[in-house]
């Protein structure tokens, strides 16, 4: 079945900086990549998804690149603020959310 | 804020005994999931169930029980046969195309 490896699990930047988180799956047929962010005691959210058609997709200070050839995506955030802090997550699937698999987890600090 | 939600938020129990953590969701979705966290991991799926009167298993089904007898709703069992159960829960729903839609969880601790 599908793994998926997150990479890193802590990540500590200042405010201004960018953030970058890398991903990698195992199986080629994944064809649905999404990023989730839960801050402490709430809920995942949703934040930014790709699927295998396009290469890369940007929504404000976020985005996310897709490369499919070396089964690996990233998050990218720009100019991150204290408010980003929270733990990341990514995940993808082939069939949908059935059997969609999910990273570990990097827990981003972003210092004031 | 609403769509789905789980109670209670926290649950404590002794070991041996079975808990139930509910799940309601009101977004119409036909699709909804359990899922598990643990520290450092990422989310395992327990269940998740399609449509009403259906349910299949995840990762992680052994020492777990669920039912879907209404659209709204996706209680899940943890069983005495669970050997770690002490972990934060997490519903979701969704259609079956879109993406998934948290609750804010359970945090179960059994001792």
């Known amino acids: 079945g599908e793994n998926v490896e997150q990479h890193p699990s802590t990540l500590s930047v200042q405010e201004g900086d960018s953030a970058v988180i890398k991903c990698t799956y195992s199986?080629?047929?994944?064809?649905?990549f999404p990023w989730y962010k839960q801050e402490l005691g709430k809920r995942p959210q949703l934040i930014i998804d790709i699927r295998s058609n396009v290469g890369e997709k940007k929504d404000q200070r976020i985005a996310v690149t897709l490369n499919k050839t070396a089964k690996h995506f990233s998050l990218h955030i720009t100019e991150t603020q204290p408010e980003d802090s929270a733990v990341y997550f990514c995940?993808?699937?082939?069939?949908?959310?059935?059997?969609?698999?999910f990273g570990a987890g990097t827990r981003l600090t972003v210092k004031p | 804020d609403g769509g789905i939600t789980q109670s209670p938020k926290y649950l404590f129990r002794k070991e041996g005994q079975n808990v139930t953590l509910s799940c309601e969701q009101n977004?119409?979705?036909?699709?909804m999931y359990w899922y598990r966290q643990d520290p450092g991991q990422g989310l395992r799926l327990i269940y998740y169930?399609?449509?009403?009167?259906?349910?299949q298993k995840g990762d992680i089904a052994e020492g777990y029980s669920v039912s879907r007898e209404k659209k709204e709703s996706f209680p899940l069992t943890v069983t005495s046969a669970q050997k770690n159960p002490t972990a934060f829960y997490l519903c979701?729903?969704?259609?079956?195309?879109?993406?998934?839609?948290f609750g804010n969880g359970t945090r179960l601790t059994v001792t």
């Open positions: 199986d080629s047929a994944s064809n649905y």
């Open positions: 169930s399609q449509i009403v009167n259906d349910f």
């Open positions: 995940a993808a699937s082939i069939q949908g959310n059935n059997d969609m698999r």
């Open positions: 979701a729903s969704s259609t079956l195309d879109s993406p998934l839609h």
């Open positions: 977004l119409n979705h036909d699709a």
